[in-house]
């Protein structure tokens, strides 16, 4: 059955998938082919740093599409996938950077920003 937004859905399920698995496969391949010499080293960096932007570029994509499609079963899935992977990307880099007072922040804007997300989807059904 065609659903209200069900390719704005489909979409989001699609970038959300890619989001995870393209920067992996480009991260992957950059340190198995890019040899270890100062050229190559800063050639590495670009590549992770590209495979993050790329992250970034296709999660929230997928977001905003699963925030347009969520009245699709696709787009329900694609928003559950890029937020998961938002949140656990954007707790990592707290931790990594130890940045303690600016995370009570994030968790506090992470917090209302599920909460919205729920909202806005228990009024979809």
């Not at 065609?2 to 340190?31: F, K, Q, Y």
């Not at 992770?48 to 009245?71: P, Q, T």
């Not at 931790?95 to 806005?120: A, D, H």
């Amino acid at each position: 059955m065609n659903e209200p937004n069900d390719g704005v859905g489909r979409s989001s399920l699609w970038m959300s998938l890619a989001g995870l698995i393209l920067p992996l496969v480009l991260a992957i391949l950059a340190t198995v082919f890019i040899s270890g010499s100062q050229e190559g080293r800063q050639r590495r960096e670009l590549a992770y740093f590209l495979s993050a932007f790329l992250f970034a570029v296709l999660e929230l994509a997928a977001f905003v599409c699963g925030i347009l499609g969520r009245r699709s079963g696709p787009g329900k899935a694609g928003l559950v996938i890029s937020s998961i992977s938002l949140i656990v990307v954007v707790f990592s880099l707290l931790l990594l950077t130890g940045g303690l007072v600016i995370s009570s922040i994030w968790i506090s804007l992470i917090v209302v920003v599920i909460f919205l997300l729920l909202l806005l989807w228990h009024r979809g059904q």
